[in-house]
């Protein structure tokens, strides 16, 4: 497995951006897919973003879809989410995860990733 350490969650007011970061260790970045989850208190967790190993294929959650990016940086092993027009909804503790070695398309499906990070928080005023 590898370990993921999120940061950048915090309290914005509704219509602000928040960028979070996901550092991975453990294993060639390059190699697996990644995916940002997202649980609201009393919801399930949901699909928020995913990107192929390589970056050239993302997909989004329709909640996420136009406001939010998913973007990773392999020489630095970090994948990020930017999060734009937020609102009060968005509110929620977000995970990154990983798919396993070798991995490489991106997906919504969670049983397909096998590391997740702690999560942040994420708080949205309104």
């Known amino acids: 497995q590898v370990q993921l350490v999120e940061s950048g969650g915090g309290l914005v007011q509704a219509g602000g951006s928040l960028r979070l970061s996901c550092a991975a260790s453990g294993r060639a970045f390059s190699s697996y897919a990644m995916g940002w989850f997202r649980q609201a208190p009393g919801k399930e967790r949901e699909f928020v973003a995913t990107i192929s190993s390589s970056g050239g294929s993302t997909d989004y959650g329709d909640a996420v879809k136009g406001r939010f990016t998913i973007s990773r940086d392999n020489s630095k092993n970090t994948v990020y989410l930017q999060m734009n027009s937020l609102k009060p909804e968005d509110t929620a503790v977000y995970y990154c995860?990983?798919?396993?070695?070798?991995?490489?398309?991106?997906?919504?499906?969670?049983?397909?990733?096998?590391?997740w990070g702690q999560g942040t928080q994420v708080t949205v005023s309104s």
């Open positions: 995860a990983a798919r396993r070695w070798g991995r490489y398309i991106a997906t919504m499906r969670e049983s397909e990733y096998d590391s």
